[in-house]
């Protein structure tokens, strides 16, 4: 079992930066692809990035292409998602998310290509 334990979320302006981590603990996060979705209010929960086990490889939402980025330390068992030119559409809560397929070589966009989760992290952007 893996336990995923985001950080990192607050409040800030449009047009300012955060970075959140979420912190791995329980079995081999290197052998994991990780996740980023997010759901805000009264919205289904969606995609946001994705990273294959090594970091070397990406994929993002069009919403947030651009703007976010993210990488992990496998050495810190620590995921992270940079986000700049915060929008007032990008508050909702974080989630990060691990997948045991294909070893960990994949980019996935759906939730249920996941079978571990954080907590969630809140995220509010104000103007």
Known sequence: QVQLVESGGGLVQAGGSLRLSCAASGRAFSSLAMGWFRQAPGKER?????????????????????????????AKNTLYLQMDNLKLEDTAVYYC???????????????????????????????
């Not at 994705?50 to 069009?62: E, K």
């Not at 996935?108 to 104000?126: D, E, K, L, M, R």
């Open 97 to 127: 998310a691990g997948s045991d397929l294909d070893y960990g070589i994949g980019l996935y966009t759906s939730a249920w290509q996941y079978q571990h989760w954080g907590q969630g992290t809140q995220v509010t952007v104000s103007s």
């Open 46 to 74: 969606e995609f946001v990035a994705a990273i294959t086990w090594s970091g070397d490889n990406t994929h993002f939402a069009d919403s947030v292409k651009g703007r976010f980025t993210s990488s992990r330390d496998n």
